[in-house]
Every structure is written in structure tokens, then in C-alpha cells.
């Protein structure tokens, strides 16, 4: 997903970034009128999507620490990392696809600092639920 003619610009980064969580987020809407309650199923979204903005919020702060000279100089851990878009760019790349087990990446999640690779190791143990791929992330979190 890193390749010019595929992934071009910041914008096309975030548009496909949407366009991976579209369909999870949405099963449980589907869920919650399948089973006659609206409300699970909005129950559902709001746990993945909390899940889903917490470990994007993590991934973010640990990238942009910015510890040690060598991030400091570089503008923080660009090794491994798509410079067209970024630290935010990858980092919200990285978070969407382990969570959604799409098997997609624009940067390397080797590179990434101890805590980030962490994370996206944790979103993967997690079973991928939050929002998961196409169907497997709402039967997960159930």
C-alpha cells in the first residue's frame, strides 16, 4: 500500500484507511438490527471504536517521543517509515491494518519503536477485533 501509482499522497493514505474500517464498523449496525436492538450494536461500535482510538493515540505518542538524538534529528522514528506520509500517516496505517487483519502495510512494523511494535503485536494477539475484518471482528467481539 506504499507504492506511488497505488497510495500517491497523505489524503489517499487516510481515504484508505476509511475504506478498511468502513465495512467492519458497519457490521455491527447490521448486527444490531439482525438481533431487533439498535443498541447492541451501537454498544458494539463504541467498544471497538474506544479500542481502535486508544491504541491509535498510543501508537502516536510513543512514535513522537521523539528519545534519543538520533529521533530528535530525523524529526522523530522515520526508519522503515513511507516519508510521503509521515510518522501520523504510518501510524494510523499500522494501527488500522493490524486491527483489521488485512494483511496491508506502508511502512515496516519492525521499525517502530519498542512500544509502537508492541502495540501492533497486541492488536494482532487481540484476534483482530477492533473492528476486525470483514466479519471476523464482530463475531470476535462477541
Do not use: C, D
Request: avoid cysteine; aromatic fraction near 12%; charged fraction near 10%.
Amino acid at each position: 500500500s506504499a507504492h506511488p501509482f497505488e497510495n500517491p499522497n497523505p489524503l489517499s493514505n487516510l481515504f484508505e484507511v476509511f475504506l478498511i474500517l468502513l465495512i467492519p464498523f458497519a457490521l455491527t449496525r447490521t448486527f444490531g438490527r439482525m438481533v431487533g436492538s439498535l443498541k447492541q450494536g451501537y454498544a458494539i461500535l463504541g467498544a471497538m471504536a474506544v479500542i481502535w482510538i486508544g491504541f491509535t493515540a498510543l501508537m502516536m505518542w510513543t512514535e513522537f517521543a521523539h528519545r534519543g538524538p538520533a529521533f530528535e534529528i530525523a524529526g522523530g522514528a522515520m526508519e522503515g517509515k513511507e516519508t510521503r506520509f509521515g510518522i501520523a500517516g504510518s501510524s494510523i496505517f499500522a494501527v488500522a491494518t493490524t486491527l483489521t487483519s488485512t494483511g496491508a502495510v506502508n511502512s515496516f512494523h519492525s521499525s517502530y519503536t519498542g512500544f509502537g511494535g508492541g502495540i501492533t503485536m497486541l492488536g494482532m494477539q487481540l484476534g483482530e477485533i477492533a473492528p476486525g475484518g470483514v466479519g471476523s471482528g464482530l463475531y470476535g467481539m462477541l
